[in-house]
């Protein structure tokens, strides 16, 4: 009988690869699903050898993620799935991203429901599924798991934004419609991820474009280009507390058929930038002084994360660190290149 693994998808993208990371330190026998091998194996080779040799990390090649039964094959011998891909694009929103993502997911929850040892699936989710992005953000409210984006195909048409923010939405909507049809032998989560900040030890690491979606590039645009000094999104989550939840998640006492919305904290980037430029003197002609006002909306939104904290803790990467991790990445990366 082959042994069970935790099947990963997006693997390549920077919350595949830290929660591969931390999959692997945890001794976890790993399928990690790869659009290319040619683009991809050699690399993740090279990274793990040992946890190959010991065959507690394979590969399984799937070209294309929203091809009907995508998944049936390497999700038949699986324990569980960590579905962290998802369709981003910055033009021809219905065809590239918005159809796309619920075939992503379709495609995962069909294999699943197909596998008869899959125990539960976890799936990457987004904040932006509970609030429609910039609007909600001034409201003065407090968003919970209850809360549902209400943005529609028409609004999401508009800009790459508001296209991610619908086909979370609707592809997390349209599972849930999944799980109460079929009523299948697994559980499924979601986990409701923020901005995302920290490390990037995914494959072929660049300075991110400023003009990408993602906290990263967020943060990046914010402290070199100084053209946000004013956040008004700012609730963040470090890369490494994103993966280690992702597993939590596996452990079958956090309760299943569930939405988790994720946040850690507010990115204060005002404050960080001053820091940044008093312990990296050679960065203060690159990175503008901080404005003493956060810059933060007067009647700011809240997230509610008591569900979060009671089943995934209250300690986490401050804001700062994870800022400073993405300023070493970018220093790295030029010292190299």
Not at 1 to 21: D, H, K, Q, R, S
Not at 84 to 110: C, G, R
Not at 212 to 232: H, N, P, T
């Amino acid at each position: 009988m082959a042994t069970p693994y935790i099947l990963l998808t997006g693997a390549t993208g920077n919350v595949g690869a830290v929660i591969l990371e931390h999959l692997i330190a945890a001794n976890q026998s790993v399928n990690a699903v790869l659009r290319s091998f040619a683009k991809s194996k050699a690399f993740l080779e090279a990274k793990y050898p040992s946890a190959i040799t010991a065959g507690t990390l394979t590969f399984t090649e799937i070209p294309d993620l929203a091809a009907p039964g995508a998944f049936h094959a390497p999700a038949a011998n699986a324990s569980n799935i960590i579905h962290v891909a998802t369709p981003l694009a910055y033009s021809d929103f219905q065809n590239a991203m918005i159809e796309p993502a619920w075939k992503f997911d379709h495609n995962i929850l069909a294999a699943a429901s197909a596998s008869p040892s899959v125990k539960r699936v976890v799936i990457t989710g987004s904040t932006v599924s509970t609030m429609r992005i910039p609007h909600d953000v001034v409201t003065g409210k407090t968003f919970t798991e209850a809360n549902y984006n209400p943005i529609t195909l028409e609004e999401a048409l508009a800009n790459p934004s508001s296209a991610y923010q619908y086909s979370k939405t609707m592809s997390e909507q349209k599972s849930w419609a999944y799980m109460a049809e079929t009523k299948p032998h697994f559980d499924l989560v979601f986990l409701l991820v923020p901005l995302v900040t920290g490390r990037s030890p995914e494959q072929g690491y660049a300075p991110p474009s400023r003009e990408r979606m993602g906290g990263i590039a967020l943060v990046s645009r914010f402290l070199f280009d100084g053209k946000e000094r004013s956040l008004y999104f700012a609730y963040f989550m470090d890369v490494d507390d994103v993966a280690r939840v992702h597993i939590k998640a596996l452990d079958p006492s956090v309760p299943g058929n569930e939405r988790y919305l994720l946040h850690s904290g507010l990115l204060h980037l005002n404050e960080y930038a001053n820091r940044l430029r008093e312990k990296y003197p050679e960065l203060r002609d690159r990175i503008a002084p901080g404005k003493e006002d956060e810059g933060f909306p007067e009647q700011m939104s809240k997230f509610d994360v008591s569900k979060m904290e009671k089943v995934f803790g209250t300690q986490w990467v401050d804001g700062f660190e994870s800022v400073e991790a993405i300023v070493k990445d970018a220093l790295a990366y030029e010292a190299t290149h």
